[in-house]
C-alpha cells in the first residue's frame, strides 16, 4: 500500500510516563505537546522544551491555553484529545499515536482510535490517517520498565498540582509511585509509611474523592473497575513497599 511507504508518525507526547515511554518504545519518531492551559501545564511544558533542545524531531509546542477554562476538578478536558488528534495530523502526520495503557477515559479507547481514524479518512481520502495506541495492552509499571531510567527521571512529570517538586498526593502522583514500584524502578515521591494494603492501592484514586467520582461517572459502561495495573503488579509494589 502506498500508505505505509509514505508513513509519518508523530507521538502526542504529555510529558507523562506513559507517553515518554511510548516515544521511546517506537524508536523517538517525532513528537508533539499541547500546552492545554491545566495547573501542570507549566512544568510539562518546561520538561518537552528541554528534551527538545536534544532532538530536535520535536515540533514546537502547539498552543491550546483556551482549553485551560474547560479543565474540570478531576483535570478532565472535554474533547481534548480528539483536537490534539486532528492537529497533529493537520501538521503533517499521517500517524497519530496515544498512550493509553489501559485507560479509563473514553477519549482514548478503541473507539474513539477508530472512529477518529475513520474520520480523517473522511475528510481526506487518500491520507492514509491512522490514530493508533500501539501500547493500550501494557500496564504503566510495564511501559516504565522498558524505558530508560535517565530519560524519565529527568523529563518525565505526572502530578496534577503542577508544582515543580510532584505533591505525591494527587492521583497522578500515586499512579505514578505504585507503577514505579511495580516495576522495581524507585518512586517519584514516597508514599508515606504505615499504610494498610487498602490504603496503599487507593493511592491510585487520590485523596480527594473528585478524582474517583468523575472517573467512575466516565467510565465505558460495562468496563471493568479501574485497574491501571495487573493484579501480580499491584502485590509486587505491596511487596516492595512494605520492605522499604
Ligand atoms: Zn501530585
Not at 130 to 137: A, E, K, N, T
Request: glycine letters at 8%.
Amino acid at each position: 500500500m502506498a500508505d505505509a511507504a509514505q508513513r509519518k508518525t508523530v507521538v502526542l507526547l504529555s510529558m507523562g510516563y506513559d507517553s515518554l515511554s511510548t516515544w521511546h518504545q517506537l524508536g523517538r519518531p517525532s513528537a508533539v505537546h499541547f500546552d492545554v492551559g491545566s495547573r501542570y501545564a507549566a512544568a510539562e511544558k518546561a520538561r518537552y522544551e528541554r528534551l527538545r533542545a536534544s532532538f530536535p524531531q520535536l515540533l514546537p509546542v502547539q498552543d491550546l491555553r483556551w482549553l485551560g477554562d474547560k479543565e474540570q476538578d478531576d483535570a478532565w478536558v472535554p474533547l481534548r484529545n480528539l483536537l490534539m488528534t486532528v492537529q497533529a495530523a493537520a501538521l503533517g502526520f499521517n500517524d497519530i499515536v496515544m498512550s493509553a495503557p489501559a485507560d479509563w477515559a473514553a477519549d482514548k479507547r478503541l473507539m474513539f482510535t477508530l472512529t477518529a481514524t475513520l474520520a480523517m479518512r473522511v475528510a481526506q481520502p487518500g491520507g492514509g490517517y491512522r490514530v493508533r495506541r500501539p501500547f493500550s495492552h501494557w500496564t504503566k509499571a510495564r511501559l516504565i520498565a522498558a524505558t530508560p531510567t535517565a530519560l524519565l527521571e529527568e523529563f518525565a512529570y505526572s502530578c496534577y498540582q503542577g508544582e515543580e517538586v510532584p505533591c505525591g498526593r494527587c492521583t497522578a502522583c500515586g499512579r505514578a509511585a505504585i507503577a514505579h514500584l511495580a516495576a522495581g524502578r524507585k518512586p517519584p515521591t514516597k508514599p508515606r509509611p504505615g499504610l494498610s494494603f487498602r490504603e496503599f492501592t487507593d493511592l491510585r484514586r487520590g485523596e480527594s474523592n473528585g478524582g474517583r467520582l468523575g472517573e467512575r461517572a466516565r467510565m465505558h459502561p460495562g468496563a471493568l473497575p479501574y485497574l491501571p495495573l495487573r493484579g501480580w503488579e499491584l502485590l509486587r509494589a505491596w511487596n516492595v513497599y512494605r520492605k522499604s
